[in-house]
């Protein structure tokens, strides 16, 4: 069966340093990739989605980046965090024949 | 460009009583999927229900049923008998049909049963 994991659960870091979320799902091939982050209390924002190796079509570029370096792998980046990073990050995969997005368990990150 | 809106941040409906959410789209494609999501205070993101553009059938998946209203752009979640585990944020989404496949959200609403 499909299984989808990220990690970390939980990170604070400091403005300005360096952020890496990992993303990996397992059971299928060739996924439709996401991440999301959603601040307190609000909705969805779609951040990052993918088709396949090197494919990545960026909403909402500012200070982070994606990268998919193998097939069911997604990686959210960033090279120096601002207070406005805070949030849950949450990464998914797209099941084409159910219709369904499969999501992970979440990384809350905390900005400080 | 695709957009979804929920109207109502905020709903209270009794226990065992209906309630409808409310959900409009805007998308200039003729193929897209409509989503359901159930969040509660955990984090998780619960999959509800799925209705596809060209599904002549409103959807339905137990208590929950989507009141697919092609015409109107409107993709409004009923959920019956409701149940107090149903309290938890609602959150509507669309996948387009572009190579990409992109899954917007629209903003939750977040529906309170009260006993």
């Known amino acids: 069966s499909q299984t989808i994991h990220q990690w970390p659960a939980t990170l604070v870091q400091p403005v300005g340093s360096p952020l890496s979320l990992e993303c990996t799902v397992e059971g299928t091939s060739n996924p439709n990739l996401y991440w999301y982050r959603q601040a307190a209390g609000r909705g969805l924002q779609l951040l990052f989605y993918s088709v396949g190796i090197g494919q990545i079509s960026s909403e909402v570029p500012q200070n982070l980046s994606a990268s998919r370096p193998q097939d069911r792998q997604f990686i959210l980046s960033s090279k120096k965090l601002l207070l406005s990073d805070s949030g849950f990050y949450l990464c998914?995969?797209?099941?084409?024949?159910?219709?369904?997005?499969?999501f992970g368990e979440g990384s809350r990150l905390t900005v400080l | 460009a695709q957009k979804i809106t929920q109207t109502q941040p905020g709903m209270f409906v009794q226990e065992k009583e209906a309630v409808t959410l409310d959900c409009t789209y805007d998308?200039?494609?003729?193929?897209?999927?409509l989503f359901w999501y159930k969040q509660p205070s955990s984090g998780e993101m619960i999959f509800l229900i799925y209705?596809?553009?060209?599904?002549?059938q409103n959807a339905t998946e137990g208590r929950y049923s989507l009141n697919f209203q092609k015409a109107r752009k409107s993709a409004n979640l009923v959920i019956s008998a409701s149940q107090l585990g149903d309290s938890a944020m609602y959150f509507c989404a669309m996948r387009d049909s572009g190579g990409y496949q992109k899954v917007t959200f629209g903003t939750g609403t977040k529906l309170q049963v009260i006993p």
């Open positions: 209705q596809g553009s060209y599904d002549e």
């Open positions: 998914a995969w797209l099941g084409l024949n159910t219709g369904e997005l499969f």
């Open positions: 998308t200039s494609d003729q193929s897209y999927g």
